[in-house]
């Protein structure tokens, strides 16, 4: 079966613009997950949602917010991009009630 | 918050040596994952572990549930080329909520 699909895989925005990722799970997970990887660092959670509804949450900015649809899907939105927010973006999705959690390729962000 | 403390953070190594790492916690874990990551890309799952003492073997990859469920390791044998990259331990929690290590970084001398 099909793996977790992020979209767009690459991406140049400028200081000030949003943008909008895309994640989809799995089909039949529920939980999906956001990191954001810097180099050298490790992953820093962003937030979860299962069944729609956002269920942990990390600690960064409002900036930062992001949703899930009905069929799982999420979508990822950064407002106002800062030069710092140029990352590694991983999404992550699972049953939700334990066991693994399966990565997407991410999306590499870079802002100007 | 839960942390894990994974070691050591880089290693090198000579091809055709074994690679032991690991991850603690004061914590307690459901579930241990142990991933890899090639540059540019996402981490892949290596093995899953759910049970206290569980061991598994995945190819040259062989990784334990700690008695305590507070620790994991993971051992690569005989190294090859292709085994270099970042491997990172995860602990799933009983709320459901999954803590990652920082990694290791595996580098292998020619």
């Known amino acids: 079966k099909a793996g977790v699909t992020q979209t767009p895989r690459y991406l140049i925005k400028t200081r000030g613009q949003q943008v909008t990722l895309s994640c989809s799970p799995i089909?039949?997970?529920?939980?999906v997950s956001w990191y954001q990887q810097t180099p050298g660092q490790g992953l820093q959670f962003l937030f979860e949602?299962?069944?729609?509804?956002?269920?942990n949450k990390g600690n960064f900015p409002g900036r930062f917010s992001g949703r899930q649809f009905s069929n799982s899907r999420s979508e990822m939105n950064v407002s106002t991009l800062e030069l710092g927010d140029s990352a590694l973006y991983l999404c992550?999705?699972?049953?939700?009630?334990?066991?693994?959690?399966?990565f997407g390729q991410g999306t590499r962000l870079t802002v100007v | 918050g839960q942390q894990l403390n994974q070691s050591p953070q880089s290693m090198f190594i000579q091809e055709g040596e074994d690679v032991s790492m690991n991850c603690t916690s004061s914590?307690?874990?459901?579930?241990w994952l142990w991933y890899k990551q090639d540059p540019g890309e996402g981490p892949v799952l290596l093995i899953a572990?759910?049970?206290?003492?569980e061991l598994t073997s995945n190819g040259r990859l062989t990784a334990q549930f700690g008695i305590t469920r507070k620790d994991s390791f993971l051992n690569i044998s005989a190294s090859i080329p292709s085994d270099v990259g970042i491997y990172f331990c995860a602990g799933r929690n009983r709320d459901d909520k999954i803590i990652f290590g920082k990694g290791t970084r595996l580098h292998i001398l020619p």
């Open positions: 914590s307690i874990f459901n579930t």
């Open positions: 992550a999705s699972s049953l939700g009630t334990g066991g693994e959690a399966f």
């Open positions: 949602y299962f069944s729609e509804t956002q269920r």
């Open positions: 572990l759910y049970k206290a003492g």
């Open positions: 089909s039949g997970h529920r939980s």
